[in-house]
T-cell receptor, first 111, second 117 residues
Framework: SQQGEEDPQALSIQEGENATMNCSYK?????LQWYRQNSGRGLVHLIL?????REKHSGRLRVTLDTSKKSSSLLITASRAADTASYFC???????????FGTGTRLTIIP | DAGVIQSPRHEVTEMGQEVTLRCKPI?????LFWYRQTMMRGLELLIY????????DSGMPEDRFSAKMPNASFSTLKIQPSEPRDSAVYFC???????????????FGSGTQLSVL
């Protein structure tokens, strides 16, 4: 089953700036999910976007999905120190029951 | 709700010993997953259960690994005998529904950090 590839692998920005991370994939998906993982903790679900949706918002988070380009982006606006974490995309592939996770983007917010 | 509860949080053992990891999913959730996370391989799905029945164990690395779910509120992942390459963080996750062509969101526990010396 395919795995999403996050880009960049690591990102450092100043507090208050916006952070954008991307996830690319190769085969058709049913939905795509974004998760956050704080150091030493489990993953926390952020947003689920279905293949027939193009954009979703949740608080300071904005997720887009472009199925023609097979890519998704996660935008965190007005970043805070507490946003420091690793962010993963997870793919629900058509015809495959496994939810597969990418390798993650490590985001550091500099106070 | 207390969320998904895993124990122990940390486990240090010697090669050849048996290791048992435990998980209590969120009450009412029908699906349970075991994932393993390493720097080299990222997050790998080992096995998942639906209504206490193992559905897909193709991710279990080898026969040394076994998982059970005797009831809706408890699951174990056992490694016997353990090897240094088994060192990783093991996560349990649960989901409200069953697979219906896709998964809804997963709720993860805090993980068990396993070190095999």
């Amino acid at each position: 089953s395919q795995q999403g590839e996050e880009d960049p692998q690591a990102l450092s920005i100043q507090e208050g700036e916006n952070a954008t991370m991307n996830c690319s994939y190769k085969t058709s998906i049913n939905n795509l999910q974004w998760y956050r993982q704080n150091s030493g903790r489990g993953l926390v679900h952020l947003i689920l976007i279905r293949s027939n949706e193009r954009e979703k918002h949740s608080g300071r988070l904005r997720v887009t999905l472009d199925t023609s380009k097979k890519s998704s982006s996660l935008l965190i606006t007005a970043s805070r120190a507490a946003d420091t974490a690793s962010y993963f995309c997870a793919l629900n592939n058509f015809g495959n029951e496994k939810l597969t996770f990418g390798t993650g983007t490590r985001l550091t917010i500099i106070p | 709700d207390a969320g998904v509860i895993q124990s122990p949080r940390h486990e240090v053992t010697e090669m050849g010993q048996e290791v048992t990891l435990r998980c209590k999913p969120i009450s009412g959730h029908n699906s349970l997953f075991w994932y393993r996370q390493t720097m080299m391989r990222g997050l790998e799905l080992l096995i998942y259960f639906n209504n206490n029945v193992p559905i897909d164990d193709s991710g279990m690395p080898e026969d040394r690994f076994s998982a059970k779910m005797p009831n809706a509120s408890f699951s174990t992942l056992k490694i016997q005998p353990s090897e240094p390459r088994d060192s990783a963080v093991y996560f349990c996750a649960s989901s409200l529904g069953a697979y219906t062509g896709f998964w809804e969101k997963l709720f993860f526990g805090s993980g068990t950090q396993l070190s095999v010396l």
